[in-house]
């Protein structure tokens, strides 16, 4: 067995919420201060976003880490090691049961170390190599169920993080609710497949539209109707983009279709509601959110139907550069927006790590399954080459999610 795995969280994402994930010492970020870096020309230079983005990560990715480290001690498991960060140099912070506490420059990962996860003569290399000292270990194998415990805690943490962020913006500043905007017409979406006039024009989702041909728009059959009259003629639209005046001159179908999905421009207000509803909520909010991460991970193996107003890119694959960007975006819109963004970043973190992969918490599950069929865990040559196997096609889909962060930012 390794004595490390690593993994990067990239995001699958679906519908309104953009969303988007541990063996004997476990790495839940390996990636550089100097990729965070390049997302600064990606969130317009918002510092503060940025600060704040990074901060959201690393409490992720410490409650991660606890989850396992808890469940660890519990359960009788030894836990030399504790890192907020990875790599040389470190420095230590303190001990405390049976555990040295560490820091590194390096805060964008984490990992326990947990020796009694694999076999004796790894367990042992492992302490070797990390400064511990082998002689006075005692290798105790545990029992698979307890293992298997330790392997999804941090999982677990992830989703009671969840529900306590969700429970705690429901019940202080209420539930986010959408309302309408009178006399306003906006574009949600553009089509690129198959109508895809507006798209060719230069219209893009968010577009007020103003006026056709003229004339005010107040009401989508406004749209419809001055689009009707003009099937195949020239029509001039007049559309408010930031801020900003925007003409384009289109042709619609014969039919007057023009290709886009449109409706009133929704405004989020908050409504209050009691502690008792807030718990309610949060749970049932949680749950919304894992099952929309599931079907987002559908849609992009194509095994999920994808909703015809799904907008372009919703299940590109995206990695940390791309993270930090969209949540610097979300904090500049706001605490309620942020919060959320990070609840569907935990969400995302639970369930990538669920996922039957060698490298992630769901793969040591299927190894201890294993296990328990075979009567004997698999032979750590076995479990190695798996390893890499994984780990290098992980590593090319992260490099696919850093082309995205780059080529099709989040939002953009």
């Known amino acids: 067995m390794r004595s490390k795995r690593m993994h990067a969280l990239l995001r699958p994402h679906t519908f309104e919420m953009r969303i988007t994930a541990e063996s004997s010492a476990e790495f839940t970020w390996s990636i550089t201060m100097d990729l965070i870096s390049m997302a600064f020309s ?65 805060l964008l990962g984490g990992y326990v170390a947990l020796p009694e996860m694999g076999d004796e003569s790894s367990a042992k290399e492992f302490m070797k190599a990390n400064g511990l000292e082998p002689q006075g270990f005692v290798y105790q194998r545990k029992a698979i169920w307890k293992r298997a415990v330790v392997a999804v805690a941090g999982v677990t943490m992830n989703i009671v993080l969840a529900v306590v ?59 419809r109707d001055n689009l009707a009259s003009h099937r195949a003629l020239p029509v001039l639209v007049i559309v408010d983009r930031n801020g900003q005046t925007v003409s384009v001159t289109l042709t619609p179908t014969a039919e007057g279709k023009i290709g886009v999905a449109m409706g009133p421009e929704v405004r989020q207000t908050f409504k209050e509601v009691s502690v008792g509803e807030a718990a309610k909520l949060s749970v049932v909010g949680t749950y919304n959110g894992v099952t929309g991460i599931l079907s987002g991970l559908g849609m992009m193996v194509g095994i999920v139907e994808k909703p015809a107003n799904l907008p372009d890119g919703a299940t590109d694959v995206h990695a940390i550069v791309g993270i930090v960007q969209y949540g610097a975006d979300m904090f500049a819109q706001g605490m309620a927006p942020f919060v959320m963004f990070l609840v569907m970043i935990s969400l995302n973190l639970a369930v990538f790590n669920l996922l039957p992969i060698p490298i992630l918490d769901g793969g040591h599950l299927v190894f201890l399954a294993l296990e328990k069929v075979r009567g004997r865990p698999l032979s750590p ?7 890499q196997i994984f780990f290098f096609l992980f590593m090319a889909l992260l490099a696919f999610g850093l082309w995205n962060d780059f080529t099709k930012p989040i939002g953009r």
């Open 381 to 387: 040559q076995t479990q190695g080459l798996l390893y």
């Open 42 to 106: 990606f969130a317009s230079f918002n510092l503060g976003g940025i600060a704040a983005m990074i901060a959201g990560l690393a409490l992720l990715i410490i409650v991660h880490e606890f989850g396992h480290w808890l469940a660890a001690q519990m359960l009788g498991f030894k836990t030399p090691i504790f890192s907020i960060g990875f790599g040389k140099p470190y420095f230590v912070v303190g001990h405390w049961r049976g555990t040295e506490f560490r820091i590194t420059p390096w």
């Open 165 to 223: 962020l969700l429970f705690g913006m429901f019940a202080i500043k209420g539930v986010p609710t959408q309302e309408a905007v009178p006399n306003t017409v906006v574009i949600y979406n553009v089509d690129s497949t198959n109508v895809t006039i507006a798209r060719d024009a230069g219209l893009q989702g968010g577009d007020r539209i103003v006026s056709v041909d003229g004339r005010a728009i107040k009401t989508v059959d406004d749209v």
